[in-house]
């Protein structure tokens, strides 16, 4: 699997789908096919480990055949990648980028390959 970001990477755009209420965690979508649909960039959310930007996206995991509406992702990484993107489809696998001295990998979007590629695409077509 490649190892390149791809915040970069422009993908096909496909009819708008509906979601669900539950709430995901990246961990939990770790190696994962997604396409992620940032809807909006949200300043200055008070949470409890201070205040934070974060992205309000759509995610659908193409791995796991689910939807995820209305989610709010704040690690730095994706926020940085996801916020020229809004009201595009970001497509992508879930993983780790390579950690700084005294941090944790962020979390990243790797490039998919052709056949998550077409994964996508069926899946979006069938919601």
């Known amino acids: ?47 409890m480990h201070g205040v934070s930007d974060a992205i309000k996206t759509t995610i659908h995991n193409v791995s796991g055949g689910r939807t995820y509406a209305d989610q709010l992702l704040f690690q730095r990484a994706m926020v940085a990648g996801l916020k020229g993107k809004i009201g595009q489809r970001v497509l992508g696998v879930v993983g780790r980028g390579n950690a ?3 941090k944790s990998a962020p979390w990243v979007l790797h490039v998919a390959n052709e056949s998550q590629k077409q994964a996508a695409a069926d899946y979006l077509g069938k919601i």
């Open 1 to 47: 699997m490649a190892t390149a970001n791809i915040f970069d990477v422009e993908f096909a755009s496909f009819d708008s789908a509906g979601g669900s209420d539950e709430r995901i965690k990246l961990s939990e979508l770790e190696g994962s096919v997604v396409v992620m649909e940032p809807s909006e960039y949200v300043e200055s959310i008070e949470t």
């Open 100 to 102: 700084k001295a005294g």
